[in-house]
């Protein structure tokens, strides 16, 4: 299979195949991949066209599936770290492994297998993919443009350098921690270990067809269904990943309590 390698959004197009992932890791530079893979079309495509606007090759899945969760900036980590425990909270539910990554900048990415995937290639793969993980409530807290057909992800390993941080792997207990930013710049000024990415599901998204858009009735005798939001409460924002670390005895109930207060605006009755 093949991924296109890139040095910043403007140089493209290095084709090279995907095992080579390796030799792109460590470079002290922008350093971007597809996040799909392809097979020859996309090199013939290439060579004919001097550009790939309009490939419409066969789009493969990857070994391994990058989900991207921003914020406005690196001021706004915080943020995106709540939306980040919050889809691991979702992918522990859909049972779904997972590693996690600081990007280098605003955000953290999720990388998933790509077994989660019942797939075959098929030219329009990523918008299958983009209904299946939007079905799953997914981009409740992913940015769902990063599943576009030709979309580039950070290398892991590699530097950003507006931030001058590097993406790099991190733990559940790093994610967590009471000062995310002071953690962040600490752990991401050098290259992490890279561990090899052995993940094991079995498939969740079935993206074998594209499903039908349902069809909304009006009905005067049949009350239309809200839907619960996925919105924390605006009022009421505790610092949640503080208290989902261990807590001193007596103060267990009460941290419980608020918890699941806040998870409420987030999640059914029954998962509560």
């Known amino acids: ?15 090279q195949d995907a095992a080579e992932i390796c030799n ?3 470079i002290d530079r922008d350093t971007y991949m597809s996040l799909y893979e392809f097979d020859e079309g996309i090199t013939d495509f290439f060579a004919k066209n001097k ?25 706004d980590l915080e943020n995106a770290r709540q939306k980040t425990v919050g889809l691991t909270l979702l992918l522990n539910d859909l049972d779904i492994p997972y590693k996690i ?40 807290y992913a940015d769902v443009s990063v599943t576009d057909k030709l979309r580039l992800i950070r290398i892991v390993n590699t530097k950003n350098l507006k931030a001058q941080l590097w993406k790099t792997e991190i733990t559940s207990n790093q994610l967590n921690a009471t000062d995310i930013k002071a953690t962040m710049q600490l752990i991401a000024k050098s290259p992490g270990k890279a561990t090899d990415f052995d993940l094991e599901c079995n498939p969740v998204f079935d993206v074998l067809s594209t499903p039908k858009k349902r069809v909304e009735k009006e009905s005067l005798s049949i009350p239309k269904f809200i839907r619960q939001g996925r919105n924390p409460d605006p009022v009421n924002y505790p610092c949640i990943s503080s208290m989902l670390s261990s807590n001193a005895q007596g103060e267990r109930h009460a941290t419980a309590l608020r918890i699941s207060a806040w998870f409420r605006w987030l999640y059914p009755e029954s998962v509560v």
């Open 51 to 75: 550009t790939l606007s309009g490939f419409d090759g066969l789009v493969y899945m990857p070994d391994e599936f990058i989900l991207d969760i921003d914020g406005k900036d690196f001021d």
């Open 101 to 140: 990554y600081f990007s280098g900048n605003k955000g953290f990415h999720l990388g998933i297998p790509g077994e989660a995937f019942r797939w075959k290639p098929c030219k329009d793969l990523h918008v299958k993919v983009k209904d299946a993980l939007t079905n799953a409530g997914i981009f409740e």
């Open 1 to 15: 299979m093949i991924k296109e390698f890139a040095f910043g959004l403007a140089q493209r197009h290095y084709f």
């Open 24 to 26: 792109w890791m460590n």
